[in-house]
């Protein structure tokens, strides 16, 4: 059972530049969530979405989108990155059966913008 | 505004019982969490709670007041292993988590 896969692990951008990040579970879960998380920061909440088709934002949507066109994917994109982008991103998932199920976490996705 | 306090870093030695608090000013409260993360990965779960008390889990246990807004983890007979940060987060009135920054342990032979 492979739980939260993310993709990549790591990868390094310019200014400007577009990229997505896949995160994929494997759980039938359907709240899946976007953070980053950054030193002496807590999680801070991107995006997430409660169900197939559903996006909402977070606490820091700016610059970016994502999408949940399939139960099991969530995408998380930058259109035009940013050094203030540089971060690691975390995606997780739980399940609905009660309101307080706590997340599982991707191993995250290293992201450095130069 | 919403907010979660937890120490920076602690030190422990091995073998030892540490304690990390975490206090909280939320907008309503519906439980809240303890994460470990070792350095370099995921954050995992490790306990909830949502009514006053203690909750033991093997070496570890998490305390709960909410008249007080506070919460602690403990940690008895250290190991090397737990060796890691440990992140408190409250889940709001609109079941929301809030995350605190996190607790940097560190595990001294």
């Known amino acids: 059972n492979a739980g939260v896969t993310q993709t990549p692990k790591f990868r390094v951008l310019k200014t400007g530049q577009s990229m997505t990040l896949l995160c994929a579970q494997d759980m039938n879960h359907e709240y899946m969530y976007w953070y980053r998380q950054d030193p002496g920061m807590g999680l801070r909440l991107i995006h997430y979405s409660v169900g197939e088709g559903t996006t909402a934002k977070g606490e820091v949507p700016d610059g970016y989108n994502v999408s949940r066109l399939k139960k099991q994917n969530f995408l998380l994109g930058l259109e035009s990155a940013a050094p203030s982008q540089t971060s690691v991103y975390f995606c997780?998932?739980?399940?609905?059966?009660?309101?307080?199920?706590?997340?599982?976490f991707g191993d995250g996705t290293r992201l450095s913008i130069l | 505004g919403q907010n979660i306090d937890q120490p920076t870093e602690m030190t422990a030695t091995e073998g030892a019982i540490v304690q990390i608090n975490c206090t909280y000013q939320?907008?309503?409260?519906?439980?809240l969490f303890w994460y470990q993360q070792h350095a370099g990965e995921a954050p995992t779960f490790l306990s909830y709670?949502?009514l006053d008390g203690l909750e033991e889990k093997g070496r570890f246990s998490s305390f709960l007041s909410r008249s007080k807004g506070y919460s602690y983890l403990l940690l008895k007979e250290l190991q090397m292993k737990d060796s890691a940060s440990y992140l408190c987060?409250?889940?709001?009135?609109?079941?929301?988590?809030?995350w605190g920054a996190g607790t940097k342990l560190i595990i001294k032979p």
């Open positions: 987060a409250v889940i709001d009135s609109n079941y929301q988590l809030i």
């Open positions: 939320t907008s309503g409260f519906n439980g």
């Open positions: 997780a998932s739980r399940s609905e059966d009660r309101v307080v199920e706590p997340q599982h």
């Open positions: 709670n949502v």
